[in-house]
């Protein structure tokens, strides 16, 4: 690693999935759509990127870019090279992106941590529900 490099530094196709994501997929998802078209020249002029069409292209074809947001590519419309602006890739959004499936993971465990509340009330709390619970095997292991 350079001594002067950010230790977050990231790459054009990072920059180029990260824009896609907020602007074109999660918009999509916020509007419950089954699928999202992407004009690569579009992506290219909102990024100002010079001469990088081939970069944007590989970006939004790429299985990073599909895994990560439970994307799959429908069709792919544009010159025979595939290495144009006017290529527009279109998803169907097939599945959960990774950081909701994490997030949907916390509210589960949250709810189960939150499904004994109401028990140990009845017992003072939980601190009080374990002394019970480890007075009452001790009396157990003193009628042995």
């Given at each position: ?16 999935r ?61 010159p ?34 939150g ?30």
């Open positions: 690693m350079r001594k002067n490099a950010a230790p977050e530094a990231t790459t054009g196709s990072d920059a180029v990260r824009h896609a994501y907020e602007k074109y997929i999660s918009a999509a998802r916020r509007r419950r759509e089954k699928t999202v078209a992407i004009n690569v020249g579009e992506v290219h002029r909102a990024l100002a990127l010079n001469n990088r069409v081939p970069l944007v292209c590989a970006a939004l074809g790429s299985k990073k870019f599909l895994t990560e947001h439970g994307l799959r590519i429908v069709s792919k419309t544009g025979p090279s595939g290495q144009s602006t006017t290529v527009t890739f279109t998803y169907e959004i097939v599945g959960k992106r990774q950081d909701d499936v994490e997030l949907s993971r916390q509210e589960s465990w949250n709810r189960l941590r499904s004994m509340k109401d028990i140990f009330a009845e017992y003072g709390g939980g601190e009080a529900y374990l002394r019970a619970e480890r007075a009452s095997f001790r009396d157990a292991d003193d009628e042995k």
